[in-house]
């Protein structure tokens, strides 16, 4: 019910305490003032709203994921609290024993703790697992049970079932986990309809893009989502995330000398157990994990090394790395020793504490022909994705990267691997095909190309073999792959980068110069219109009473991040601007046929904000006698 | 270990009612969309094994039973649907809020728009949670008038101030909103801290919504050149971000849905599209297509072209690329020598607050969250259970019903037996319940009181032996008894002195279970036995020996048995001798008693359920049996004993139905549950 006051006109324009109009110039048609002075108050939000005409509460917000969940009122930043279901939550009522300090086992450092194995030791902090085979549906009923009632009764001060729920959920749910859930809350309190949104989609809504690869380094998977348009169209995963970092952790600090007294673990360190608290674990790698900055002195970069001609560049590389790292390779922190955190302090050399990023995250020291499908570290991950993408989907995703999850957290790990794909793309292009051959074919066609640059400087050119793609063609590559370099159209500005004096320049900071250049350089931006999005001329076009000149164009085919307020928050905003979500299911009909009375043809009903002139919702949904599960069905 | 040993839990039953799924019905029937997605020869799911749950043991140690259970006081009880009430069948209604720190009710129409946070001067440390005080820096008496300084928030137990971030406060009072609008303003953590603000000096543009569109250029030609994406790592703190983005896409969707495809603007001219004409009164009448088809079809054209917003392009519009060294600057912090482990946040302290928050330094203090009392109804009947009264400094109830004024009251002591306890049997507990020596049997008094003012009958039935890896043997020596009712507490006392002996253990031997007794009677007999009973002495102790089938002691209200416990023996180290781990055992115990069951009447049936999840159950059976076999999973040596209560009733009809029954006529009632006995843990050191 977006928008049924925006189409209409207000006369009195000039009466508005705001100006509406210098917002947009001069409107093509009139309109009604917006509610901007909307609060967030529920007593009020029925009169001033007037898109509503009954007078609906404030929908509540769930953000579900195997961990953490969070919730808050829609129109709200931020959630109102944020809880977690591990243990301590799970003990019986009365059970007071996580604030007991003394004769409590957990806490109790004379007793030394037995190796766990890596996966119990996660295992009873979840929510849920995605492998459903050897999971309780009871336990998770009851867990999501208690965890929403104590959520409203602790932090939401509202009587439960009272409103509208929105679930963000990620966008693949198993069935039985998602029957579970939705049985759950609609049999416990009286729900009147539950919406379900795709937490990648509104992490692209919360940066404020349409398009967007949305990263999420969660708790079991690192989930790399193309959205376009608002709509999810590749996704790509890999169980390398969270979960296996904290373990990778655990054993990192179950294998310090004095974590445990004596007893040395003798056993691989891919299989031993886990002797150290999770919370604890928790503890350290939410503090000090950190990520190293690309290095180029890498396998990957010597491998670039031999194959394009830019020696220079890479020796500049090194150089510009080592005087941030070398001064924290250094460096000690003390964190509190393992084996009895209450009283003993251990020191650390503060590099250890980027090692398990490395090997989890990264696969360092793992060959590529050794890792399994589902497990290709980040880099490599959000490379394929972008390659399964269709090349303008890819031109836009690239730009518009988004990273969330509990792992985007970790200081240095996004411009490392912005830096990491980057470099993929300089090595291999936007081609799928690898091989030796290919390598050579390649170079060959590198050393064809370089000295001819104003082949390239029209797009439309047929490219070489290798870079058929559009893509391709407006990408300037950050790691100054020398084909892009000649591409560009005003090389003054790029050629200084291989020169000496840009020694200082670490390759981020290049990579920024280089967002930022786009905007600035105006023969480029025109050779990109000719490219540009057709949807993107057509707001233009449409925005024409805006001035176009007050606007940076937008940028594509360069990779670059963009910064979310993250799912929640998204779905707050999409719910405070009354867009329904296509996943709407109504308490009725949900308790009349469960999951299996969702229809499957969901195209039917348009795409994901569907419909924001909704004040007649003609045909498709209509009445929205059937329901559907979209992506979820 | 949850609580002090011994004590009780009462499993709710509605556990035993598992969460009905809709799409069952609709899998049975066999609908044909899932006939299409299903092989139809496939084999339906197999039927789930709860429903035969009620006539399995209870398993304290199932994991999900720590949903279920609950102490005796914390249940309800609904007179109507006569059924024991736990927090989960109940739903609760507000009736007002308050503030736990200052005893403040907030209306119910600021609740929200304050965060759910008080909006006074109540705040908690952001790095130990203690209540901070609102302090001044200076006080100078000057003839008589007294000029106190800039004010700080400050933790009487951290010794955190509001200084150490770099806060100051003009007034003590509406810390609150001052605090608001220094926030507001700078969340960059660039901001030099020792530069203390006045609350004057400082305008908050971005901390309400409304003066956000005033922060838009006010005219698009006059757009300032610095309002280019350079600035795109401009000083937006989040919250000013999300209202930023909201109001961009406000102006879209406005922008957008005017443009001149728009259906109502061509079709029904200026005239029809002011404010509140048509369309509205149209979405009014109309929620399915008929109307539209009425007035032109031209709403089916913007469905296949609908506009297109664009995207937000410049930080005012909310849109933010993080800066290129903000990641390096990160790790420099963390990794300086003054920062360490206590510069950094926990988890805990990170929980509430901005998500940039890392650093201590970078916590801001937290109003308190406010709470609430909350009226509680049964699900079922909807009739009131509990309703306190409405002012946050009362805690008394118009409506309290709880649960242990219906059902007997559990507790649970140990019997110690004559010869071990020695001379002084008063002073020196004869057992510690924390190590109950294995394959010992022990005796142990279990006193049922009821507070009903009926007489009750009890059945009590147990496992003979406990679910679980460690079985402990345990028989109940009298398993049906009756208690008397809760009858006016002067007949007691005028009856004498003869029923003191048996609580007079309650006094004596153990002092938690006298206090206990104390603590939980509500109807004021009980206090009355217990302090009269104690000093009554042991006199009947010595001689009583427990006998099969015999009461072991009896009172007014109240009825003694005695429970033999033979504790088991813990698993030893490392060779396996008891195969099933502790999630393994509910299941197969399952699959072995169905099996069981159906064998006589329909072996495929059954078979054919246990089929598909064999493979997965054996898998995870063997994984589970190598590495959880040799430990000792946490609180698996306490010993714990299901007991199943049934206990009936004749009850005078008190709900009055009109026509049907008059008020005198007695109806019999029954309610049954399982309760939880937690005896004690068993000793580690003795193994068999």
């Given at each position: 019910?977006?928008?049924?006051?925006?189409?209409?006109?207000?006369?009195?324009?000039?009466?508005?305490?705001?100006?509406?109009?210098?917002?947009?110039?001069?409107?093509?048609?009139?309109?009604?003032?917006?509610?901007?002075?909307?609060?967030?108050n529920?007593?009020?939000?029925?009169?001033?709203?007037?898109?509503?005409?009954?007078?609906?509460?404030?929908?509540?917000?769930?953000?579900?994921?195997?961990?953490?969940?969070?919730?808050?009122?829609?129109?709200?930043?931020?959630?109102?609290?944020?809880?977690?279901?591990?243990?301590?939550?799970?003990?019986?009522?009365?059970?007071?024993?996580?604030?007991?300090?003394?004769?409590?086992?957990?806490?109790?450092?004379?007793?030394?703790?037995p190796?766990?194995?890596p996966?119990?030791?996660?295992?009873?902090?979840?929510?849920?697992?995605?492998?459903?085979?050897?999971?309780?549906?009871?336990l998770?009923?009851?867990?999501?049970?208690?965890?929403?009632?104590?959520?409203?009764?602790?932090?939401?001060?509202?009587?439960?079932?009272?409103?509208?729920?929105?679930?963000?959920?990620?966008?693949i749910?198993?069935?039985?986990?998602?029957?579970?859930?939705?049985?759950?809350?609609?049999?416990?309190?009286?729900?009147?309809?539950?919406?379900?949104?795709?937490?990648?989609?509104?992490?692209?809504?919360?940066?404020?893009?349409?398009?967007?690869?949305?990263?999420?380094i969660?708790?079991?998977?690192?989930?790399?989502?193309?959205?376009?348009?608002?709509?999810?169209i590749?996704?790509?995963?890999?169980t390398r995330?969270?979960?296996?970092?904290?373990?990778?952790?655990?054993?990192?600090?179950?294998?310090?000398?004095?974590?445990?007294?004596?007893?040395?673990?003798?056993?691989?360190?891919?299989?031993?157990?886990?002797?150290?608290?999770?919370?604890?674990c928790?503890?350290?790698?939410?503090?000090?994990?950190?990520?190293?900055?690309?290095?180029?002195?890498s396998?990957?970069?010597?491998?670039?090394?031999?194959?394009?001609?830019q020696?220079?560049?890479?020796e500049?590389?090194?150089?510009?790395?080592?005087?941030?790292?070398?001064?924290?390779?250094?460096?000690?922190?003390?964190?509190?020793?393992?084996?009895?955190?209450?009283?003993?302090?251990?020191?650390l050399?503060?590099?250890?504490?980027?090692?398990?990023?490395?090997?989890?995250?990264?696969?360092?020291?793992?060959?590529?022909?050794?890792?399994?499908?589902?497990?290709?570290?980040?880099?490599?991950?959000?490379?394929?994705?972008?390659?399964?993408?269709?090349?303008?989907?890819r031109?836009?995703?690239?730009?518009?990267?988004?990273?969330?999850?509990?792992?985007?957290?970790?200081?240095?790990?996004?411009?490392?691997i912005?830096?990491?794909?980057?470099?993929?793309?300089?090595?291999?292009?936007?081609?799928?095909?690898?091989?030796?051959?290919?390598?050579?074919?390649?170079?060959?066609?590198?050393?064809?190309?370089s000295?001819?640059?104003?082949?390239?400087?029209?797009?439309?050119?047929?490219?070489?073999?290798?870079?058929?793609?559009?893509?391709?063609?407006?990408?300037?590559?950050?790691?100054?792959?020398?084909?892009?370099?000649?591409?560009?159209?005003?090389?003054?500005?790029?050629?200084?980068?291989?020169?000496?004096?840009?020694?200082?320049?670490?390759?981020?900071?290049?990579q920024?110069?280089?967002?930022?250049?786009?905007?600035?350089?105006?023969?480029?931006?025109?050779?990109?219109?000719?490219?540009?999005?057709?949807?993107?001329?057509?707001?233009?076009?449409?925005?024409?009473?805006?001035?176009?000149?007050?606007?940076?164009?937008?940028?594509?085919g360069?990779?670059?991040?963009?910064?979310?307020?993250?799912?929640?928050?998204?779905?707050?905003?999409?719910?405070s601007?009354?867009?329904?979500?296509?996943?709407?299911?109504?308490?009725?009909?949900?308790?009349?046929?469960?999951?299996?009375?969702?229809?499957?043809?969901?195209?039917?009903?348009?795409?994901?904000?569907?419909?924001?002139?909704?004040?007649?919702?003609?045909?498709?949904g209509?009445?929205?006698?059937?329901?559907?599960?979209?992506?979820?069905? | 270990?949850?609580?002090?040993?011994?004590?009780?839990?009462?499993?709710?039953?509605?556990?035993?009612?598992?969460?009905?799924?809709?799409?069952?019905?609709?899998?049975?029937?066999?609908?044909?969309?899932?006939?299409?997605?299903?092989?139809?020869?496939?084999?339906?799911?197999?039927?789930?094994?709860?429903?035969?749950?009620?006539?399995?043991?209870?398993?304290?140690?199932?994991?999900?039973?720590?949903?279920?259970?609950?102490?005796?006081?914390?249940?309800?009880?609904?007179?109507?649907?006569?059924?024991?009430?736990?927090?989960?069948?109940?739903?609760?209604?507000?009736?007002?809020?308050?503030?736990?720190?200052?005893?403040?009710?907030?209306?119910?129409?600021?609740?929200?728009?304050?965060?759910?946070?008080?909006a006074?001067?109540?705040?908690?440390?952001?790095?130990?949670?203690?209540?901070?005080?609102?302090?001044?820096?200076?006080?100078?008496?000057?003839?008589?008038t007294?000029?106190?300084?800039?004010?700080?928030?400050?933790?009487?137990?951290?010794?955190?101030?509001?200084?150490?971030?770099?806060?100051?406060?003009?007034?003590?009072?509406?810390?609150?909103?001052?605090?608001?609008?220094?926030?507001?303003?700078?969340?960059n953590?660039?901001?030099?801290?020792?530069?203390?603000?006045?609350?004057?000096?400082?305008k908050?543009?971005?901390?309400?919504?409304?003066?956000?569109?005033?922060?838009?250029?006010?005219?698009?030609?006059?757009?300032?050149p610095?309002?280019?994406?350079?600035?795109?790592?401009?000083?937006?703190?989040?919250?000013?971000?999300?209202?930023?983005?909201?109001?961009?896409?406000?102006?879209?969707?406005?922008?957008?849905?005017?443009?001149?495809?728009?259906?109502?603007?061509?079709?029904?001219g200026?005239?029809?599209?002011?404010?509140?004409?048509?369309?509205?009164?149209?979405?009014?009448?109309?929620?399915?297509?008929?109307?539209?088809?009425?007035?032109?079809?031209?709403?089916?054209?913007?469905?296949?072209?609908?506009?297109?917003?664009?995207?937000?392009?410049t930080a005012?519009?909310?849109?933010?690329?993080?800066?290129?060294?903000?990641?390096?600057?990160?790790?420099?912090?963390?990794?300086?020598?003054?920062?360490?482990?206590?510069?950094?946040?926990?988890?805990?302290?990170?929980?509430?607050?901005?998500?940039?928050?890392?650093?201590?330094?970078?916590?801001?203090?937290?109003?308190?969250?406010?709470?609430?009392?909350?009226?509680?109804?049964?699900?079922?009947?909807?009739?009131?259970?509990?309703?306190?009264?409405?002012?946050?400094?009362?805690?008394?109830?118009r409506?309290?019903?709880?649960?242990?004024?219906?059902?007997?009251?559990?507790?649970?002591?140990?019997?110690?037996?004559?010869?071990?306890?020695?001379?002084?049997?008063?002073?020196?507990?004869?057992?510690?319940?924390?190590?109950?020596?294995?394959?010992?049997?022990?005796?142990?008094?279990?006193?049922?009181?009821?507070?009903?003012?009926?007489?009750?009958?009890?059945?009590?039935?147990?496992?003979s032996?406990?679910?679980?890896?460690?079985?402990?043997?345990?028989?109940?020596?009298c398993?049906?008894?009756?208690?008397?009712?809760?009858?006016?507490?002067?007949?007691?006392?005028?009856?004498?002195?003869?029923?003191?002996?048996?609580?007079?253990?309650?006094?004596?031997?153990?002092?938690?279970?006298a206090?206990?007794?104390?603590?939980?009677?509500?109807?004021?007999?009980?206090?009355?036995?217990?302090?009269?009973a104690?000093?009554?002495?042991?006199?009947?102790m010595?001689?009583?020996?427990?006998?099969?089938?015999?009461?072991?002691?009896?009172?007014?209200?109240?009825?003694?048995?005695?429970?033999?416990?033979?504790?088991?023996?813990?698993?030893?180290?490392?060779?396996?001798?008891?195969?099933?781990?502790?999630?393994?055992?509910?299941?197969?115990?399952?699959?072995?008693?169905?099996?069981?069951?159906s064998?006589?009447?329909?072996d495929?049936?059954?078979?054919?359920?246990?089929?598909?999840?064999?493979?997965?159950?054996?898998?995870?059976?063997?994984?589970?049996?190598?590495?959880?076999?040799?430990?000792?999973?946490?609180?698996?040596?306490?010993?714990?004993?299901?007991?199943?209560?049934?206990?009936?009733?004749?009850?005078?009809?008190?709900?009055?139905?009109?026509?049907?029954?008059?008020?005198?006529?007695?109806?019999?009632?029954?309610?049954?549950?399982?309760?939880?006995?937690?005896?004690?843990?068993?000793?580690?050191?003795?193994?068999?």
């Open positions: 019910m977006a928008s049924t006051s925006f189409t209409n006109s207000a006369y009195d324009d000039n009466k508005r305490p705001f100006s509406m109009s210098s917002l947009r110039g001069t409107p093509s048609s009139p309109h009604t003032p917006q509610h901007h002075l909307r609060s967030n529920s007593s009020f939000a029925s009169t001033t709203s007037s898109t509503s005409f009954r007078g609906e509460e404030d929908a509540i917000i769930f953000e579900l994921g195997a961990r953490w969940l969070r919730a808050g009122f829609e129109g709200e930043s931020a959630p109102m609290c944020v809880v977690g279901c591990g243990p301590e939550e799970c003990r019986r009522v009365g059970d007071y024993r996580g604030w007991l300090k003394t004769n409590n086992p957990d806490t109790d450092p004379a007793q030394s703790r190796l766990v194995n996966e119990d030791w996660a295992s009873a902090y979840e929510l849920w697992k995605m492998d459903l085979r050897g999971a309780d549906l009871g998770v009923e009851d867990k999501i049970e208690r965890v929403f009632r104590e959520t409203y009764n602790k932090y939401l001060l509202t009587d439960a079932g009272t409103s509208r729920l929105v679930l963000v959920l990620p966008a749910m198993p069935h039985p986990l998602l029957s579970a859930m939705l049985s759950t809350l609609f049999s416990r309190w009286r729900f009147p309809s539950i919406t379900l949104l795709t937490s990648a989609t509104m992490a692209a809504t919360a940066a404020g893009v349409r398009s967007a690869l949305v990263v999420d969660g708790w079991a998977e690192t989930v790399v989502t193309g959205v376009y348009e608002y709509r999810e590749a996704i790509k995963r890999s995330a969270m979960k296996a970092l904290l373990q990778e952790t655990g054993r990192m600090l179950t294998c310090i000398p004095t974590a445990r007294r004596g007893v040395v673990s003798q056993s691989a360190p891919g299989d031993s157990g886990i002797s150290v608290r999770f919370e604890f928790e503890e350290v790698a939410s503090r000090f994990l950190w990520c190293r900055p690309r290095e180029s002195s396998s990957a970069d010597l491998q670039q090394q031999q194959q394009e001609p020696p220079n560049d890479s500049t590389e090194p150089t510009t790395q080592h005087p941030p790292l070398s001064s924290l390779s250094q460096r000690t922190v003390e964190i509190p020793s393992p084996s009895n955190p209450g009283s003993t302090y251990i020191n050399p503060f590099s250890t504490l980027s090692e398990p990023v490395e090997s989890v995250l990264f696969a360092a020291g793992t060959a590529d022909c050794e890792l399994d499908d589902e497990e290709k570290p980040l880099p490599l991950l959000i490379y394929n994705a972008l390659l399964t993408l269709p090349p303008d989907a031109g836009t995703c690239m730009s518009r990267i988004i990273f969330t999850g509990g792992g985007a957290n970790i200081p240095g790990i996004r411009q490392r912005l830096a990491d794909v980057a470099a993929l793309v300089a090595e291999h292009g936007w081609s799928p095909v690898r091989g030796k051959v290919i390598e050579q074919r390649r170079k060959l066609a590198n050393l064809r190309i000295p001819s640059s104003q082949v390239q400087a029209s797009p439309q050119n047929p490219a070489p073999p290798l870079t058929t793609d559009p893509s391709e063609e407006h990408h300037p590559v950050p790691s100054n792959d020398t084909p892009t370099e000649t591409k560009s159209p005003e090389p003054s500005t790029h050629q200084p980068e291989p020169k000496p004096d840009s020694a200082t320049e670490t390759p981020k900071q290049q920024q110069q280089q967002q930022q250049k786009i905007p600035e350089d105006p023969p480029k931006t025109s050779d990109e219109e000719d490219l540009e999005d057709p949807i993107e001329q057509k707001i233009r076009r449409n925005n024409r009473d805006r001035d176009r000149d007050a606007l940076p164009p937008s940028i594509q360069v990779l670059r991040e963009v910064e979310s307020l993250g799912p929640w928050a998204g779905a707050s905003l999409t719910t601007l009354k867009i329904r979500g296509l996943v709407e299911i109504e308490r009725e009909k949900y308790l009349q046929h469960g999951l299996a009375g969702a229809t499957r043809d969901y195209e039917t009903q348009g795409h994901h904000i569907p419909d924001r002139r909704s004040g007649l919702r003609a045909g498709g209509g009445d929205r006698s059937s329901w559907t599960l979209a992506g979820w069905g | 270990m949850s609580r002090p040993f011994p004590y009780a839990y009462i499993s709710c039953p509605c556990a035993n009612t598992p969460v009905p799924d809709p799409s069952k019905k609709r899998r049975s029937r066999e609908s044909p969309q899932k006939a299409s997605s299903h092989h139809p020869d496939q084999p339906k799911p197999p039927p789930r094994f709860d429903d035969s749950e009620d006539e399995q043991t209870f398993d304290p140690r199932a994991p999900r039973s720590n949903f279920s259970l609950y102490p005796p006081e914390h249940l309800l009880y609904c007179e109507d649907c006569h059924q024991i009430k736990c927090p989960r069948c109940i739903t609760e209604e507000i009736v007002c809020w308050y503030c736990p720190n200052c005893l403040f009710e907030t209306p119910s129409s600021m609740v929200k728009s304050e965060g759910n946070r008080c006074r001067n109540c705040f908690n440390c952001p790095a130990c949670t203690a209540p901070l005080a609102v302090n001044t820096l200076e006080n100078v008496v000057r003839g008589g007294s000029q106190q300084g800039p004010w700080v928030l400050s933790c009487g137990y951290c010794m955190w101030s509001t200084l150490d971030i770099g806060i100051k406060f003009d007034k003590p009072t509406n810390i609150r909103t001052q605090l608001a609008k220094l926030t507001a303003t700078d969340t953590p660039s901001r030099s801290r020792q530069m203390s603000r006045t609350f004057a000096d400082l908050s543009p971005l901390s309400t919504f409304s003066s956000i569109d005033e922060q838009f250029p006010p005219a698009p030609g006059e757009a300032r610095d309002d280019s994406p350079d600035q795109s790592n401009g000083p937006l703190s989040p919250d000013a971000r999300f209202h930023a983005l909201k109001s961009f896409y406000k102006t879209q969707i406005s922008a957008t849905s005017s443009s001149p495809s728009d259906p109502l603007g061509v079709d029904f200026a005239g029809f599209s002011s404010p509140g004409a048509l369309n509205r009164i149209m979405s009014l009448y109309t929620s399915s297509s008929r109307l539209s088809s009425l007035y032109g079809g031209a709403s089916k054209k913007p469905k296949t072209k609908p506009p297109v917003m664009r995207e937000a392009l005012s519009e909310g849109f933010k690329t993080p800066a290129a060294d903000a990641e390096a600057v990160l790790i420099q912090r963390m990794a300086a020598d003054e920062c360490g482990w206590d510069g950094l946040a926990s988890l805990e302290q990170r929980v509430f607050q901005s998500p940039d928050a890392r650093f201590v330094e970078e916590l801001l203090p937290l109003a308190t969250l406010l709470r609430t009392k909350r009226a509680k109804r049964c699900k079922s009947c909807k009739h009131i259970l509990v309703k306190p009264e409405q002012k946050p400094q009362s805690t008394r109830f409506i309290r019903l709880i649960a242990l004024s219906y059902i007997p009251l559990p507790t649970l002591r140990p019997l110690v037996p004559p010869p071990a306890a020695g001379v002084t049997s008063g002073s020196a507990p004869g057992m510690n319940l924390d190590a109950l020596p294995p394959l010992r049997p022990t005796q142990l008094l279990l006193t049922l009181k009821n507070h009903m003012f009926d007489p009750v009958r009890i059945t009590l039935a147990t496992p032996v406990t679910p679980g890896r460690v079985a402990s043997k345990v028989t109940i020596l398993p049906q008894f009756d208690i008397g009712a809760n009858s006016d507490v002067w007949d007691e006392a005028l009856q004498g002195n003869t029923t003191a002996a048996g609580a007079a253990v309650a006094g004596g031997g153990t002092g938690s279970n206090t206990a007794d104390q603590r939980s009677s509500r109807s004021g007999a009980a206090p009355a036995t217990a302090t009269t104690a000093p009554g002495g042991h006199l009947g010595f001689e009583k020996v427990a006998e099969a089938g015999k009461v072991w002691d009896k009172g007014r209200n109240w009825t003694t048995v005695v429970l033999e416990v033979v504790p088991g023996t813990l698993p030893p180290g490392s060779s396996g001798v008891t195969l099933q781990s502790r999630n393994q055992a509910p299941r197969t115990a399952h699959s072995k008693t169905t099996g069981n069951d064998e006589s009447d329909s495929t049936s059954s078979f054919g359920g246990q089929a598909p999840d064999w493979t997965g159950q054996a898998a995870e059976m063997q994984q589970q049996q190598q590495q959880q076999q040799q430990q000792l999973q946490p609180d698996e040596d306490v010993l714990e004993i299901p007991v199943f209560v049934r206990m009936e009733w004749d009850s005078e009809n008190q709900i009055d139905r009109p026509g049907v029954s008059a008020a005198g006529e007695m109806v019999k009632r029954e309610l049954a549950y399982w309760m939880v006995l937690g005896v004690g843990r068993i000793d580690p050191s003795v193994l068999s």
